[in-house]
């Protein structure tokens, strides 16, 4: 494999994975979370990196409480993605710990139990500041 075939799908044996196009995302909200739905598939940013659990679920509970209520949370297998945004001074974070709070936040807001997610892929970036990005979609049954 070459260098250009890492991050090509098809080069690394994944089918539609995860190439998430996260400029053409019209995010609504106006603090640390923001989120949009498009085409069945439920896009969530948090300006904020932590791996504690109780700051990502208390950061996006209250984002969907009260400025995103149209989800709820659905049955059946998921897709999702998590793309970990930190700059160079930026502490440094486990992405599995950073995952296990992500899918915490999210259970009982997109899907029930975080049991249901059957597909994970989760990127460390650097990017211009730190934040987290996540995209979760059903997948057919």
Do not use: C
Request: aromatic share 8%; proline share 4%; no cysteine.
């Amino acid at each position: 494999m070459d260098q250009d075939d890492r991050h090509n799908p098809a080069a690394n044996g994944a089918q539609d994975w995860p190439g998430v196009n996260w400029n053409g995302v019209d995010w609504i909200g106006r603090g640390k979370v923001q989120a949009a739905d498009m085409n069945g598939s439920l896009h969530v940013r948090v300006d904020a990196l932590t791996s504690q659990t109780r700051r990502f679920k208390s950061l996006v509970g209250s984002f969907f409480r009260t400025e995103f209520k149209r989800v709820r949370p659905k049955y059946g297998p998921y897709e999702v993605v998590i793309e970990i945004e930190r700059t160079e001074n930026s502490p440094v974070h486990d992405v599995d710990n950073v995952a296990k709070a992500i899918l915490d936040a999210l259970t009982g807001v997109v899907f029930h139990d975080d049991s249901q997610v059957q597909r994970l892929h989760v990127e460390k970036v650097l990017g211009e500041r730190a934040r987290v990005k996540v995209r979760a979609r059903p997948l057919a049954a």
